[in-house]
């Protein structure tokens, strides 16, 4: 039985700790460049050899047609845990006022036991309209979960 055990006996592959945080709080750019949504939550791993299973879910809406747009995963405001220029995913608006889902799942190793904080960015990628991440009547939400390693 595991019961009684503490993190640090806990076997490679075990769930040590789940932290949830949701978002009604939409946030726009007009810039070519990753900006940063309200979408947040932060977790202390209690290992340096853990992994942080990051799982996010969202909603995006574009302005107007011909509208490009990316979105990723920060760490810490510095680390992109996606591709540099695409993220973890992109689409294009065929149609003015198009919404999406979206959603990321990304294993990051942060190799810390001080807080660390996931955060949804994301851009426009095109030369013209208004992104938006997260909407004021949906909830967007952001979970961790620390692994242990």
Not at 32 to 50: F, G, R
Not at 54 to 71: E, H, K, P, Q, R
Not at 121 to 131: D, I, K, L
């Amino acid at each position: 039985s595991l019961t009684g055990l503490t993190s640090a006996q806990m076997p490679a592959g075990s769930v040590l700790q789940v932290v949830t945080a949701e978002s009604q709080t939409p946030a726009t750019t007009t810039a070519n460049a990753w900006a940063a949504s309200a979408i947040t939550a932060s977790i202390t791993p209690s290992a340096t050899s853990s992994k942080v299973l990051v799982l996010a879910d969202f909603y995006m809406a574009l302005s107007a047609t011909t509208i490009n747009a990316s979105f990723t995963i920060f760490q810490d405001g510095s680390t992109n845990l996606g591709n540099g220029t695409y993220g973890f995913g992109s689409f294009y608006a065929t149609v003015a006022n198009a919404e999406v889902q979206s959603s990321i799942n990304v294993v990051s190793s942060p190799s810390t036991t001080s807080a660390v904080e996931y955060k949804v960015y994301f851009n426009r990628r095109s030369s013209a309209g208004t992104v938006t991440c997260g909407q004021a009547n949906r909830k967007s939400v952001i979970t961790l979960m620390e692994i242990a390693g």
